[in-house]
């Protein structure tokens, strides 16, 4: 690993006020101090700025007692010549340069070391300076590129933003960040995913973005992995496909007695929470629709009943989603007034009903699937609500997918 030495004397000369012992850092008199900078430029992914920015020459350095500066050199140049202080402990500070807010090709080297100054004594500190920022590089996979015509990615903290734009990452450009959390906000034809970070000193991330493969069952799939080395971290963000995919068919075992929602743990989608009052899970088969699964069916049997499923991800669809389901008039009367659908973006604070047609299903039949279209919004934590306001009701094959 290379390193750039800097070797010089700063004289430290006290204002003298009185003789004392040479060896006493108490005593006042003049002392003289030799500083070495050892600087490393390298986390093993070297910019073509490290150099510069490692040159030990160009570091201002400060002289601190009692954590005020009493004495700066910026820059420290080669010969700084002698500096006039009276004896005591100090600690001298060095850094290449002032950082406060995320920049490109910025990385920053820094150290500190105490030091006492005695009477006619020479006393020398050696400061190591290492990256004191984090770097970050972003790549995209082939798929993402060809998936996405507009993107871009934005690492975000508390203390500024970067954006990367495409030439940014086709040429790897390397940007910096003060060492802390951060998120990173990867944006797809006008769709974001978001995913938090934790940058380290002298570290180099390098965060490729990939697609996600179409999830086959549930919500938005997103596949999130990290591997590390040692100052150097691969970070993969898989921007998720968009496709939105959840079915509910109330259990694939039948139950040989109804079963209160309240109890019922062996639901077909296990990721959702589920809900509800009076409304139970029987084993009357659902039938005469396209996809429906027999079985198990949600079974409503008075006025005031409802059920609940919660914590589906549609925040990153790509489309507009549709919700379908089964829907069981045992009197062969449907009014689609008496089963209603509503949807809360606020955990269930408040819902919103959906629009359902008064012809969304024959209503001389048993069983007949109804969809909607319209109303279903796109956030974190949807929550799906039935409302039953007549009598003996069921639903079965609850879906909610991307069109």
Same mark, same amino acid.
């Given at each position: 690993?290379?390193?750039?030495?800097?070797?010089?004397?700063?004289?430290?000369?006290?204002?003298?006020? &009185?003789?004392?012992?040479? $060896?006493?850092? &108490? $005593?006042?008199?003049?002392?003289?101090?030799?500083?070495?900078?050892?600087?490393?430029?390298?986390?093993?992914?070297?910019?073509?700025?490290?150099?510069?920015?490692? #040159?030990?020459?160009?570091?201002?350095? !400060?002289?601190?007692?009692?954590?005020?500066?009493?004495?700066?050199?910026?820059?420290?140049?080669?010969?700084?010549?002698?500096?006039?202080?009276?004896?005591?402990?100090?600690? +001298?500070?060095?850094?290449?340069?002032?950082?406060?807010?995320?920049?490109? #090709?910025?990385?920053?080297?820094?150290?500190?070391?105490?030091?006492?100054?005695?009477?006619?004594?020479?006393?020398?500190?050696?400061?190591?300076?290492?990256?004191?920022?984090?770097?970050?590089?972003?790549?995209?996979?082939?798929?993402?590129?060809?998936?996405?015509?507009?993107?871009?990615?934005?690492?975000?903290?508390?203390?500024?933003?970067?954006?990367?734009?495409?030439?940014?990452?086709?040429?790897?450009?390397? &940007?910096?960040?003060?060492?802390?959390?951060?998120?990173?906000?990867?944006?797809?034809?006008?769709?974001? =995913?978001?995913?938090?970070?934790?940058?380290?000193?002298?570290?180099?991330?390098?965060?490729?973005?990939?697609?996600?493969?179409?999830?086959?069952?549930? *919500?938005?799939?997103?596949?999130?992995?990290?591997?590390?080395?040692?100052? !150097?971290?691969? +970070?993969?963000?898989?921007?998720?496909?968009?496709?939105?995919? =959840?079915?509910?068919?109330?259990?694939?075992?039948?139950?040989?007695? !109804?079963? *209160?929602?309240?109890?019922?743990?062996?639901?077909? =989608?296990?990721?959702?929470? =589920?809900?509800?009052?009076?409304?139970?899970?029987?084993?009357?088969?659902?039938?005469?629709?396209?996809?429906?699964?027999?079985?198990?069916?949600?079974? %409503?049997?008075?006025?005031?009943?409802?059920?609940?499923?919660?914590?589906?991800?549609?925040?990153?669809?790509?489309?507009?989603?549709?919700?379908? %389901?089964?829907?069981?008039?045992?009197?062969?009367?449907?009014?689609?007034?008496?089963?209603?659908?509503?949807?809360?973006?606020? !955990?269930?604070?408040?819902?919103?009903?959906?629009?359902?047609?008064?012809?969304?299903?024959?209503?001389?039949?048993?069983?007949?699937?109804?969809?909607?279209?319209? &109303?279903?919004?796109?956030?974190? *934590?949807?929550?799906?609500?039935?409302?039953?306001?007549?009598?003996?009701?069921?639903?079965?094959?609850?879906?909610?997918?991307?069109?």
């Amino acid at each position: 690993m290379k390193r750039r030495n800097l070797l010089f004397p700063l004289l430290i000369t006290a204002m003298g006020w &009185g003789s004392c012992a040479k $060896n006493d850092p &108490g $005593n006042v008199g003049n002392g003289s101090l030799v500083v070495r900078l050892d600087v490393d430029p390298t986390v093993r992914v070297v910019t073509a700025s490290a150099t510069k920015s490692a #040159d030990a020459a160009t570091f201002t350095l !400060e002289i601190l007692q009692n954590e005020t500066v009493i004495k700066k050199l910026s820059p420290i140049g080669v010969d700084p010549g002698p500096i006039e202080l009276p004896s005591g402990v100090y600690t +001298v500070r060095t850094y290449s340069q002032s950082f406060t807010a995320p920049a490109f #090709d910025t990385p920053v080297y820094g150290g500190s070391a105490g030091v006492s100054i005695a009477v006619d004594n020479e006393t020398p500190v050696s400061i190591g300076c290492k990256q004191t920022n984090a770097g970050v590089r972003v790549s995209y996979s082939e798929a993402f590129r060809a998936n996405h015509s507009t993107r871009s990615t934005t690492i975000r903290q508390i203390q500024g933003a970067l954006t990367f734009t495409d030439d940014d990452v086709s040429g790897g450009r390397i &940007g910096y960040f003060p060492a802390d959390r951060a998120t990173i906000v990867v944006t797809a034809d006008g769709v974001e =995913y978001e995913q938090e970070l934790t940058l380290d000193a002298q570290t180099v991330y390098n965060v490729s973005v990939d697609d996600a493969p179409q999830s086959v069952s549930g *919500n938005l799939k997103l596949d999130i992995t990290v591997s590390t080395d040692v100052s !150097e971290q691969d +970070v993969a963000v898989v921007f998720p496909s968009g496709v939105v995919d =959840y079915t509910e068919t109330m259990g694939g075992v039948p139950v040989s007695v !109804e079963q *209160n929602v309240s109890g019922y743990a062996k639901w077909s =989608y296990l990721k959702a929470s =589920y809900a509800g009052s009076g409304a139970f899970v029987s084993s009357a088969a659902s039938s005469d629709y396209n996809g429906a699964s027999g079985g198990n069916y949600l079974l %409503f049997k008075t006025s005031g009943a409802y059920f609940t499923v919660s914590g589906l991800n549609t925040s990153m669809a790509a489309n507009d989603l549709v919700l379908s %389901f089964g829907c069981c008039s045992f009197s062969q009367a449907y009014d689609v007034n008496n089963l209603t659908v509503s949807v809360s973006q606020d !955990e269930g604070a408040n819902f919103t009903q959906l629009p359902i047609a008064s012809d969304a299903r024959p209503a001389n039949k048993k069983w007949a699937q109804v969809s909607v279209t319209e &109303g279903i919004p796109k956030t974190k *934590n949807l929550v799906i609500r039935f409302d039953c306001l007549g009598t003996n009701y069921g639903i079965d094959d609850i879906r909610l997918k991307t069109l």
